[in-house]
């Protein structure tokens, strides 16, 4: 769960003393101190073993929370990576769905649309015709063929 800022209260001083102070055990150590010179946390009406219950009870309270938090978070990204897998998923139909009706899809075209289809359409299918393809090689040689044939039955 989500700190509150009671509990957000004092992070500021307690990252800067940890920095200053060179990590979690010097701070500790230092914590500890502090509660032994200027309190009677361990000294006057706490026996030891009421401090140690004390920290104790503390620890497993932030062990507890942290425990909960763990859960709370995997569960969350769970969440979210099973709706990031069903957005994922639904977006693959949809563009199936959509490819499959672009495929079928019946599309009106006007007479001048069509007839550049049907032209196009016989164009790639008929081969070329000799015609139309050697309509001007064919008057120079078939000129000199017929020559030739008609030299050749003189």
């Given at each position: 769960s989500k700190p509150t800022?009671?509990?957000?209260?004092?992070?500021?001083?307690?990252?800067?003393?940890?920095?200053?102070?060179?990590?979690?055990?010097?701070?500790?150590?230092?914590?500890?101190?502090?509660?032994?010179?200027?309190?009677?946390?361990?000294?006057?009406?706490?026996?030891?073993?009421?401090?140690?219950?004390?920290?104790?009870?503390?620890?497993?309270?932030?062990?507890?929370?942290f425990k909960e938090d763990t859960?709370?978070?995997?569960?969350?990204?769970?969440?979210?990576?099973?709706?990031?897998?069903?957005?994922?998923?639904?977006?693959?139909?949809?563009?199936a769905k959509q490819q499959k009706k672009d495929e079928s899809r019946i599309e009106e075209l006007t007479e001048e649309e069509a007839a550049n289809l049907r032209l196009t359409t016989v164009n790639l299918a008929a081969p070329p015709t000799p015609a139309a393809g050697g309509a001007e090689g064919s008057s120079g040689e078939g000129v000199k063929e017929g020559e030739e044939g008609e030299e050749g039955e003189e």
């Open positions: 800022m009671e509990e957000e209260r004092f992070d500021s001083m307690y990252i800067n003393i940890a920095q200053q102070i060179g990590g979690i055990e010097p701070l500790l150590d230092s914590f500890f101190g502090f509660l032994r010179r200027k309190t009677d946390f361990l000294n006057g009406a706490a026996t030891e073993s009421m401090a140690q219950e004390t920290v104790t009870k503390a620890l497993k309270k932030n062990l507890d929370r859960k709370e978070k995997a569960a969350k990204e769970k969440k979210h990576k099973a709706e990031e897998e069903k957005r994922k998923q639904r977006l693959a139909d949809d563009k």
